[in-house]
């Protein structure tokens, strides 16, 4: 007779067996041993082989960029001497217009030009400034036209009247402008046929070259900036000279009569279109050449006229 051995059931294992609970979890995490931490390990000092291999390394990079600059510098160089040696950029064309006081002679002078020269070595800007210092120069344009030609077109100024300035020593003429510049003496041979301002001082109707703000001499020049507007029966053709005076203020004198013409120091364009109507009735009576003297500074609104009549 056989005898039966029961066999005892195998156990089941976590991995194919059932899922671990939530406490069983815990329990592991609680009992697991903390890891230790990695020790810090400084990072080891350059070596004095290494240092000196890499201050090698930077003096190679600073050598070649010194190197590459002198190249560069004397390529340059070279080039810019080949390009003034070029007689592509000689000139070959200059042309003036504007001038009409100043010579070609004295404007090339100042621009520093000749036929021949070169291009490269020329300052445009530069060169305006020194031709605009000559006293008849208002201003002065440069073109430059590559490679081999320069166009200058110089402004002159433009008189209208003679302004006779006196000094404790001598008197000097010059030129006086529209906008009332005193910018050229008076040279041998030039124009005279302007009228005159006289008694004119230096320091106190002039300062530099303009009229004192506030002068007799400015209000002069007013006068006269008056008469150039083309007024038909008192043009400033007509006007001989304009005397400035401190006692009497400013006085006129035309070119074909002897009589003085008073105008005073105030209300100068007042005093002038009134003198225009003056001048209109005794021209019309034929009674100007009776005339002795003319006061515009009499009354306020009077005018004096010795020698003739006039009409109010």
Not at 123 to 144: G, M, Q
Not at 202 to 231: I, P, T
Not at 237 to 248: G, I, N, Y
């Amino acid at each position: 007779m056989a005898i039966y051995t029961p066999r005892q059931a195998p156990t089941r294992s976590r991995k194919g067996g059932r899922k671990p609970r939530w406490t069983d979890r815990l329990r592991g995490t609680l009992s697991r041993k903390p890891a230790k931490p990695v020790p810090f390990r400084p990072q080891s000092m350059a070596t004095g082989s290494q240092r000196t291999g890499q201050w090698k390394r930077f003096s190679q990079k600073i050598l070649l960029a010194l190197v590459l600059c002198v190249v560069a510098g004397g390529l340059f160089w070279a080039s810019t001497r080949l390009l003034l040696r070029s007689n592509i950029f000689r000139l070959s064309d200059i042309r003036i217009t504007g001038e009409h006081v100043v010579t070609e002679r004295q404007i090339l002078d100042l621009a520093g030009l000749q036929q021949g020269g070169s291009l490269m070595r020329f300052n445009a800007k530069a060169a305006e400034a020194r031709i605009a210092e000559h006293p008849w120069v208002e201003s002065a344009e440069i073109k430059t036209q590559w490679p081999s030609a320069v166009e200058i077109t110089v402004n002159e100024h433009q008189p209208f009247a003679l302004v006779n300035v006196e000094t404790d020593k001598e008197r000097r003429l010059r030129y006086l402008s529209r906008s009332g510049r005193l910018f050229a003496e008076v040279g041998q041979g030039q124009e005279l046929d302007f009228p005159v301002i006289t008694g004119v001082a230096a320091g106190r109707d002039v300062d530099a070259n303009g009229f004192v703000k506030g002068s007799l001499a400015e209000s002069a020049c007013a006068l006269l900036q008056l008469a150039a507007k083309g007024n038909a029966i008192l043009p400033i053709q007509a006007v001989s000279e304009v005397h400035v005076d401190e006692k009497r203020g400013v006085i006129l004198y035309l070119v074909d009569r002897p009589f003085p013409v008073y105008f005073g120091a105030d209300r100068l364009q007042t005093k002038f279109f009134r003198l225009v109507k003056v001048l209109e009735q005794l021209y019309a009576k034929k009674q100007v050449d009776a005339v002795k003297e003319i006061r515009m500074d009499y009354l306020d609104d009077k005018v004096l006229v010795t020698g003739a009549q006039i009409d109010g």
